[in-house]
């Protein structure tokens, strides 16, 4: 059964940084392209980021040139690091393994409040 963990959100000022964790387990994490999403009340999920298994990465425009997402597949954990927060960086980041069924964690918030 895969299982995804996120970790690492919480409250921010404007223009803070903050790095996103997410473990996973009961797949071969270094197979699989992953993911970041984010969702806000009212919004559709929407992505942020994706990284391919060899580390290529995919970054939505509203995050590109602030957030780095990245991978090791060693200790099967995929990370977001997201500097220059905005407030409208307030959501909840969500981890995505793209498995043929797709995996899902529980989610971590971020606040970006002064």
């Known amino acids: 059964q895969v299982r995804l963990v996120e970790s690492g959100g919480g409250l921010v000022q404007p223009g803070g940084s903050l790095r996103i964790s997410c473990a996973a387990s009961?797949?071969?994490?270094?197979?699989?392209?992953m993911a970041w999403y984010r969702e806000t009340p009212g919004k559709q999920r929407e992505l942020v980021a994706a990284?391919?298994?060899?580390?290529?990465?995919n970054y939505a425009d509203s995050v590109r040139g602030r957030f780095t997402i990245s991978r090791d597949n060693a200790k099967s954990t995929l990370y977001l690091q997201m500097n220059s927060l905005k407030f409208e960086g307030t959501a909840g980041y969500y981890c995505?393994?793209?498995?043929?069924?797709?995996?899902w964690g529980q989610g971590t918030q971020v606040t970006v409040s002064s």
């Open positions: 995505n393994a793209r498995t043929s069924k797709g995996a």
């Open positions: 009961g797949i071969i994490f270094g197979a699989y392209t």
């Open positions: 990284i391919s298994p060899g580390g290529n990465p």
